[in-house]
């Protein structure tokens, strides 16, 4: 994963604000990866970011390709990474501030299988939902 964040709550909404930043002021988006952790750090999100601290951050807003339809699928890399991830049971490939959104009931005990499915359809949501 190339940004992970603690699943926590707050940490969560840290990183949202941060999102919130990048969004109102490109000019604010970090440039390196050294940049992000000390936005990171500044923001108090806890999180790690693979790389060295000059390899390259780039952001870019669906707004930059104009009225095309942009569709961003991970690499096969990134995907195994996801699905090696997977497990049978709750799935805990969500993070917790899902749970808000259903006043906290209980995750279902999902079958490997259904846990590898669900997996999949996250992807897919992903790819035609532009990340918002």
Same mark, same amino acid.
């Given at each position: =994963? *190339?940004?992970?964040? *603690?699943?926590?709550?707050?940490?969560?909404?840290?990183?949202?604000?941060?999102? %919130?930043?990048? @969004?109102?002021?490109?000019?604010?988006? $970090?440039?390196?990866?050294?940049? &992000?952790? /000390?936005? &990171?750090?500044?923001?108090?999100?806890?999180? +790690?970011? !693979?790389?060295?601290? #000059? *390899? +390259?951050? %780039? @952001?870019?807003?669906?707004?930059?390709?104009?009225?095309?339809?942009?569709?961003?699928?991970?690499?096969?890399? =990134?995907?195994? #990474?996801?699905?090696? +991830?997977? %497990?049978?049971?709750?799935?805990?490939? =969500? $993070? &917790?501030?899902?749970? @808000? !959104?259903?006043?906290? !009931?209980?995750?279902?005990? &999902?079958? /490997? %299988?259904? /846990? #590898?499915?669900?997996?999949?359809? *996250?992807?897919?949501?992903?790819?035609?939902?532009?990340?918002?």
């Amino acid at each position: =994963m *190339r940004v992970q964040l *603690r699943d926590d709550n707050q940490n969560w909404l840290n990183w949202g604000d941060l999102v %919130q930043i990048w @969004i109102d002021d490109p000019k604010t988006r $970090p440039g390196n990866v050294g940049d &992000l952790r /000390a936005q &990171l750090a500044e923001k108090k999100i806890d999180g +790690t970011v !693979a790389g060295a601290d #000059h *390899r +390259t951050v %780039q @952001i870019v807003s669906y707004a930059d390709y104009g009225d095309a339809l942009v569709l961003a699928v991970p690499g096969p890399e =990134m995907r195994d #990474h996801k699905l090696s +991830t997977v %497990q049978p049971g709750t799935y805990g490939n =969500m $993070p &917790l501030f899902y749970d @808000i !959104a259903y006043a906290g !009931a209980p995750r279902a005990n &999902l079958s /490997a %299988q259904e /846990a #590898h499915d669900f997996a999949i359809r *996250r992807i897919g949501e992903y790819t035609v939902n532009e990340c918002c």
